[in-house]
C-alpha cells in the first residue's frame, strides 16, 4: 500500500476558521481555496465561520486557570467550537485586518480557547496556517498572520508557512484588495491565491506526514 493511500484511509481533517464577521466574502473565499489545494492531496476538509456563532467574550474570571470549564460555554456556542478544533489533525486560520489586528470575532474565539490551553495544551501538536486580508496593501495583512502565529504557538501547535518558490512567493496567503485600477475582489490577487493554495498544500502534506509517522510507532511500540 502506498505512503498516499495509507494516509487517507488514516482520515486525516484539516479544519478552515474564517475569522470574518462577513460570511462568504473575501476571507471566507480565500480560505476555501487553501482547504480545496488541502483536499486535493487526499484529506478530509471543513470549514467553519466564526461569523455563524455566538462567541461572548472572555470576562477574565479565570476560572479555566483552575482546571474547569468556562462558564460561558453555557450560554454560547463555543463549546460546538471548541470540539470542532480538538477534532482535527491541522488548522488554517484566517481573519482580514480590522484597523491593523484581528476583527473582534477572531480575537474574542482566541481568548476563549484560554481552557483548551490550561486543560494541557490540548490543542498542542497539531498543525496550524495562517490567512489574511487586507484592504490597503500595507494595511496590516501581516500583522494579522503575526498574531495568528503567535496564538497558535502559545497553545503549542505546529505553526508552518507554505514552501513555494522563493522568488516570486510568500509563505502565506496575504492578500490585498488593492489594485492598480482600484479596488478588486481576493481572486483578482493571483499571488494571494497562489500563496493560498501552498498554504493549504504543505498543512495537509505535513499533517498527513505526521498521521502516518504516529501510525508507525504505535504499530512498532504494539509490535
Known sequence: MSLRVRCIMSGVRVLGVSGSPRKGKNTELLLRVSLEAA???GVDTELL????YRILPCN???ICVRGKPCPLDSEDDMGRILERLLGADAIILA???YFG???GIMKSFMDRTRPLKMGGHRLGGKVASALSVSGLRHGGGERVIEAIAHFALVHGMIFVG???DPLTMGQFGVATLQGEAGWRRVEEDKIAISNARGV?????RIALAMKLGY???RHDLQG
Open 101 to 103: 489586528s484581528v476583527p
Open 49 to 52: 465561520s466564526l461569523s455563524d
Open 39 to 41: 483536499s486535493e492531496e
Open 215 to 217: 501510525e508507525r510507532l
Open 95 to 97: 481573519a482580514p485586518s
Open 200 to 204: 493549504g498544500r504543505r498543512v495537509a
Open 162 to 164: 507554505g514552501c513555494e
Open 60 to 62: 477574565g474570571c479565570n
